[in-house]
């Protein structure tokens, strides 16, 4: 069973930046594609970003487009997402995900973590 834990949230200014990682356990995660996802109070949970097994393909959501950028590192089966420039609607909280390609992990991964709060005050 795969097990994906996030850290890394916390409270931070507008325009600050934060590092998201997520660390996988149970089975290598190497062959599978990996992404983020959020969801603020009120709303529906919304991608953010993937990528693809190895590092070499990701695809973002439009509002974080610029402003974050993912990375993993197959050796520590951890996947990350560098935020820069965060705003105010950027709070939400944060789930991890991983799944067998990115395009489907864009809409239907098979594994959730349990997501870390990020919180952006204007």
């Known amino acids: 069973q795969v097990q994906l834990v996030e850290s890394g949230g916390g409270l931070v200014q507008a325009g600050g930046s934060l590092r998201l990682s997520c660390a996988a356990s149970?089975?290598?995660?190497?062959?599978?594609?990996m992404g983020w996802f959020r969801q603020a109070p009120g709303k529906e949970r919304e991608f953010v970003a993937a990528?693809?097994?190895?590092?070499?393909?990701?695809v973002y959501a439009d509002p974080v487009k610029g402003r974050f950028t993912i990375s993993r590192d197959n050796a520590k089966n951890s996947m990350y997402l560098q935020m820069n420039s965060l705003k105010p609607e950027d709070t939400a909280v944060y789930y991890c995900?991983?799944?067998?390609?990115?395009?489907?992990?864009?809409?239907?991964?098979?594994?959730w973590g349990q997501g870390t709060q990020v919180t952006v005050s204007s």
């Open positions: 995900a991983a799944g067998d390609a990115i395009r489907l992990v864009t809409t239907t991964p098979k594994y």
């Open positions: 149970g089975r290598s995660l190497g062959d599978s594609a």
């Open positions: 990528i693809n097994w190895n590092g070499g393909d990701a």
